[in-house]
């Protein structure tokens, strides 16, 4: 089906091959993310089975619900149920998509019965085994539900001692756990990529979509969620934030000059607030500033991550430019009218030269 599409998209009707020019996934983007919007049907699909784990974790009474639930989940939740083999085809279908379930999933603790202690998000804004995860590692067991550690008065088996570091973390952590309290009801799940917690399969779908790009997760983030790293920046030592890798970052500062003296702005942008006044001076830039944005911070992001994740460091801050350069030629292919924007990177092309 997709493909299908994708081919009528760049040949037409007729039947001379043509190239495809973007990878298909990129057209199916949701358009605030330089996509066409186009449907990605396998992905909606799967979204669409994902409803089926929302309604069945929801605790919603119907003769097919019910049956299901009693046939496979036995009391569980989904994410409780261990996979089993021998199970209907509609049922492998479903348990296939859990991991993107999961993905969105958050619980309001009431029983507690169908929460796992460790690996659901149900205390803090992620699951417990990120937050510690030295008790995590030496906990006996990991699959115990907040229903049974409550029992246990929140006494875990650990398979060793704990060292000093382990006792401040566990000290920490029991003092969150005091003031949780269980009730006789059903725990409520809730859907953490709608505001109003409620499951939608465009929540879902637009995530799945853009790789959760509109998250940005920088060290500052992940550390204020109880991520054990460096909340600094690797390149400088700044203390990194969002912001920073975009803007404040030395290698941000020499991309954003370069495109400062070829548009002739008067200034830098610091951050996203001052953004829009410098893009607002150039009459051109008003129609492809965004094409251009996004192409810089995106460059500027991957850079990043090749740094932090993979040690691999640009030779030159010349390379996040051309990668600007390349993103925005990519775009341009997609823009309805790519004039302004094929003038401006050969502007941008220009003022690389005398660089
Ligand atoms: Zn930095």
Redesign the pocket.
């Known amino acids: 089906m997709d493909s299908i599409r994708s081919r009528f998209f760049w040949q037409g009707v007729g039947n001379k091959k043509k190239y495809h020019m973007v990878r298909w996934e990129h057209l199916a983007r949701p358009k605030q993310f330089g996509g066409m919007g186009f449907i990605d049907t396998r992905a909606m699909n799967k979204v669409l089975l994902v409803k089926w784990l929302v309604r069945l974790d929801s605790g919603e009474s119907n003769i097919c619900l019910d049956l299901l639930r009693r046939k496979y989940l036995g009391g569980n939740s989904v994410a409780q149920q261990k996979k089993r083999g021998n199970v209907s085809q509609f049922w492998q279908g479903v348990m296939n998509v859990s991991s993107w379930y999961e993905q969105g999933l958050g619980w309001k603790c009431e029983s507690g019965a169908l929460i796992r202690f460790w690996e659901d998000v149900w205390m803090e804004e992620c699951p417990l085994k990120l937050c510690y995860p030295n008790l995590y590692t030496i906990c006996q067991n990991k699959n115990i539900s907040v229903a049974e550690a409550f029992e246990k008065a929140w006494n875990f088996d650990f398979r060793r001692g704990l060292s000093k570091r382990d006792l401040a973390d566990w000290r920490e952590l029991v003092g969150k756990l005091i003031k949780v309290s269980v009730t006789k009801k059903r725990d409520t799940p809730i859907w953490k990529l709608e505001k109003l917690g409620k499951f939608t399969a465009k929540s879902l779908y637009d995530y799945k979509m853009t790789g959760g790009v509109d998250k940005i997760q920088s060290a500052e983030q992940l550390v204020s969620r109880k991520w054990k790293g460096a909340p600094l ?1 690797k ?2 030592k ?1 203390r ?1 934030t969002g912001e ?1 890798i975009l803007f ?3 290698v941000a500062v020499v991309v954003w000059c370069w495109i400062r003296d070829v548009f002739g702005w008067e200034a830098i942008p610091s951050g996203f607030h001052n953004l829009q006044s410098s893009l607002g001076e150039t009459s051109t830039m008003r129609a492809s500033g965004l094409v251009l944005v996004a192409s810089v911070c995106w460059a500027l992001w991957k850079t990043r991550n090749n740094w932090v994740f993979n040690n691999k460091l640009i030779s030159n801050p010349k390379i996040p430019a051309y990668q600007t350069i390349g993103y925005m030629k990519q775009w341009a292919k997609m823009h309805p009218k790519s004039e302004n924007l094929l003038e401006d990177i050969k502007q941008l092309m220009g003022g690389m030269s005398c660089w």
């Open positions: 920046c390149l400088c700044e990194e920073h404040g970052c030395p």
